[in-house]
C-alpha cells in the first residue's frame, strides 16, 4: 500500500545547530514530493516542492530537500535552526494513480531550545 | 496571496447537534478539500471537490457530508455529530490536483 512515514514523532535541536528530518515514501513511481509547516493554531504553509529535475530544492525560510529515488526519500534540511522554526513538519506526496491522490506523513514536531 | 478562511477557529457543540463548517477561497481554486488532523494520525482527507456541485469521498467520509453550491465555497457538514468528532479540521483549495494545496487557519471542533 503507499505510504508515507516519517520516523521522527518529534526532534529537538539547539538552536543554531542544523536540523534534518526524515521523509520516506511507498511508492513504484516517483510522486510528487511537498514539505508543509504548520505553526501553533495555524494551517500548513508550503515550505518546498519538487516535481522533476534538480534533486536538491530551495524552499522558504532557508529550508532546502533532497530528493534520493534509490532510498524513497525526501528529506528536509536547514543548516542553522532559528527559535521560529519551532513547529510541526508535514511530508506530503501525490501519488497518480489513474488520479491524483495526496497522502500526508503523520507530521514531526521540532523543539528549539536556546 | 490565496487566501482560504475558514468562519469558526473554535467550536463547542452537542452530540447530535448538525454542524457546519464554513470555508471560502479568494483565489479562483477549482479544487477544495476538507482533511481532519488528529495527533500522530496527520492529515486525512474527508471530502474533496473539483469543480461546483461536484464532490468526491475521501479516506474517512463517514458521518461527514460536504456542499459546494459556488466555486469559492465549500461546506462540511456533521449531520449528527459525536465525540470521536472532536479534532481539527482543515479546509484547503489548490489549482490542480497534484499541484501545492493552501490551507485555512484551521477549526478545533470539540464535541461534548
Known amino acids: 500500500a503507499q505510504s508515507v512515514t516519517q520516523p521522527d514523532i518529534h526532534i529537538t535541536v539547539s538552536e543554531g545547530a542544523s536540523l534534518e528530518l526524515r521523509c520516506n515514501y511507498s511508492?513504484?513511481?516517483?510522486?510528487?514530493l511537498f514539505w508543509y509547516v504548520q505553526s501553533p493554531g495555524q494551517g500548513l504553509q508550503l515550505l518546498l516542492k519538487?516535481?522533476?529535475?534538480?534533486?536538491l530544492v530551495q524552499g522558504i525560510k532557508g529550508f532546502e530537500a533532497e530528493f534520493k529515488r534509490s532510498q524513497s526519500s525526501f528529506n528536509l534540511r536547514k543548516p542553522s535552526v532559528h527559535w521560529s522554526d519551532a513547529a510541526e513538519y508535514f511530508c506530503?506526496?501525490?501519488?497518480?494513480?489513474?488520479?491524483?491522490?495526496?497522502?500526508f506523513g503523520a507530521g514531526t514536531r521540532l523543539f528549539v531550545k536556546a | 496571496d490565496v487566501k482560504v478562511t475558514q468562519s469558526s477557529r473554535y467550536l463547542v457543540k452537542r452530540t447530535g447537534e448538525k454542524v457546519f463548517l464554513e470555508c471560502v477561497q479568494d483565489m479562483d481554486h477549482e479544487n477544495m478539500f476538507w482533511y481532519r488532523q488528529d495527533p500522530g494520525l496527520g492529515l486525512r482527507l474527508i471530502y474533496f471537490s473539483y469543480d461546483v456541485k461536484m464532490k468526491e469521498k475521501g479516506d474517512i467520509p463517514e458521518g461527514y457530508s460536504v456542499s459546494r453550491e459556488k466555486k469559492e465555497r465549500f461546506s462540511l457538514i456533521l449531520e449528527s455529530a459525536s465525540t470521536n468528532q472532536t479534532s481539527m479540521y482543515l479546509c484547503?483549495?489548490?489549482?490542480?490536483?497534484?499541484?501545492?494545496?493552501?490551507f485555512g487557519q484551521g477549526t478545533r471542533l470539540t464535541v461534548v
Open positions: 519538487y516535481f522533476s529535475g534538480d534533486t
Open positions: 506530503a506526496v501525490v501519488l497518480n494513480t489513474g488520479g491524483f491522490k495526496t497522502i
Open positions: 484547503a483549495s489548490s489549482p490542480g490536483l497534484n499541484t501545492e494545496a493552501f
Open positions: 511508492y513504484g513511481a516517483t510522486p510528487y
